[in-house]
């Protein structure tokens, strides 16, 4: 990807204006709003990373934050498949978790690739590590085949022999009907594309929450979860956080797994039978 193409902020003003014609006229609102959200620290963060896209801008991004992550069973890590591979991990966080993952990825394998959803995509210095879609049912023409060249662009990309990433639930965490804090369904659609593929998958866990307030307001009013993710990121600021890398899953265990509901009950178990490797 060209460092041409690539934005110094995430979003300004002009896309802000172009997202919701409504704040046409209303910098000084707009301003305030970025500020509330801490949009503003995005910005600031994305700027002073941008110029080194990829896996380095998401190590620099975390150095910025303070945040130190911690790996239980690197050596998986440190002995990656050669070829395609895909890894499966649950969704806590939101924004930290697909850095992460990034970083420990890509800069391993410069061409692991992860889905993401469309608004990621403003993120222009992750781009070359993007695949986006939009997991949000939609009747808008647009969104359809963004998420249908995403997929096509994501078994090319396997096919190829280059590693992939899913967070299968495709958006993050909520609080369950139990009133517990749980990722959300693993979408189907993200299933078939592994039984497709029939390469191996490597479960990760990514330990940890967002704020207990930014799930009760996604449980209110989800739209809301989605405007408190900046917020959120910078919550984290000097924390350590944990992640926990599962044995790789060969197609032959895969294989086993017929139905699209029996595979994805066993990733989703095999992923959280992480959580307790602390």
Request: with cysteine.
């Amino acid at each position: 990807m060209e460092e041409s193409t690539i934005k110094p902020k995430v979003l300004d003003y002009d896309d802000i204006c172009e997202l919701a014609p409504f704040f046409k006229g209303k910098r000084k609102l707009v301003n305030f709003l970025f500020k509330l959200l801490k949009m503003d620290k995005v910005n600031w963060l994305h700027e002073n990373n941008y110029k080194t896209p990829g896996a380095p801008f998401t190590k620099g991004a975390l150095k910025d934050l303070g945040i130190t992550v911690e790996v239980e069973n690197r050596e998986v890590l440190d002995n990656l498949p050669e070829g395609a591979f895909i890894t499966v991990s649950n969704h806590p966080f939101g924004a930290l978790d697909g850095i992460i993952l990034i970083s420990e990825l890509a800069s391993r394998r410069k061409d692991f690739k992860v889905m993401v959803n469309l608004i990621l995509n403003y993120i222009t210095a992750m781009r070359e590590n993007f695949i986006a879609v939009d997991p949000i049912a939609t009747d808008d023409p647009e969104k359809r085949a963004v998420t249908m060249r995403g997929i096509r662009e994501a078994m090319m990309h396997v096919k190829k022999g280059h590693p992939l990433g899913f967070f299968p639930a495709g958006a993050v965490a909520k609080i369950n009907g139990k009133f517990k804090i749980d990722d959300q369904e693993w979408q189907p659609s993200i299933i078939r594309l592994i039984q497709q593929l029939k390469v191996p998958v490597i479960p990760i866990y990514f330990h940890g929450y967002n704020s207990v307030m930014s799930y009760i307001l996604g449980w209110l009013y989800w739209p809301l979860r989605s405007v408190l993710l900046p917020s959120e990121v910078f919550r984290k600021r000097g924390a350590t956080l944990k992640v926990s890398v599962g044995e790789p899953i060969s197609v032959e265990e895969l294989s086993k797994y017929k139905e699209v509901e029996e595979l994805s009950k066993y990733l989703r178990d095999t992923t959280f039978s992480l959580k307790n490797k602390k």
